[in-house]
Nanobody, 124 residues
Framework: QVQLVESGGGLVQAGGSLRLSCAAS????????MGWFRQAPGKEREFVAA????????NYADSVKGRFTITRDNAKNTVYLQMNSLKPEDTAVYYC?????????????????WGQGTQVTVSS
């Protein structure tokens, strides 16, 4: 049974930082590209960032480029999202997802497994 468990969310002031983690089990982690998505209240879920199986290549939404960094540790079956210079508009539930495809896609439909999400709230 595949499980993706996010952690690290919370309440932070604008300009602050948070580091999200997503621990994977039940799958061969190193054979999956990993992504982070988010859903704000009243909005559709959107792509944030993704990383290839090896961690050598990444893909970011324009809205987070230069502020967020996605990394992974295949020895720990974990993917991370370092979020700096947070803004109130970053407030959302953040989800990690896994895809067997090689390319770290921004398309939700290409992801095979999803976590339950972790809440990030940025106050102004």
């Amino acid at each position: 049974q595949v499980q993706l468990v996010e952690s690290g969310g919370g309440l932070v002031q604008a300009g602050g930082s948070l580091r999200l983690s997503c621990a994977a089990s039940g799958l061969r982690f190193s054979t999956y590209a990993m992504g982070w998505f988010r859903q704000a209240p009243g909005k559709e879920r959107e792509f944030v960032a993704a990383v290839t199986r090896s961690g050598s290549s990444t893909n970011y939404a324009d809205s987070v480029k230069g502020r967020f960094t996605i990394t992974r540790d295949n020895a720990k079956n974990t993917v991370y999202l370092q979020m700096n210079s947070l803004k109130p508009e970053d407030t959302a539930v953040y989800y990690c997802a896994a895809t067997e495809r090689i390319y770290p896609s921004n398309l939700q439909g290409l992801y095979d497994y999803w976590g339950q999400g972790t809440q990030v709230t940025v106050s102004s």
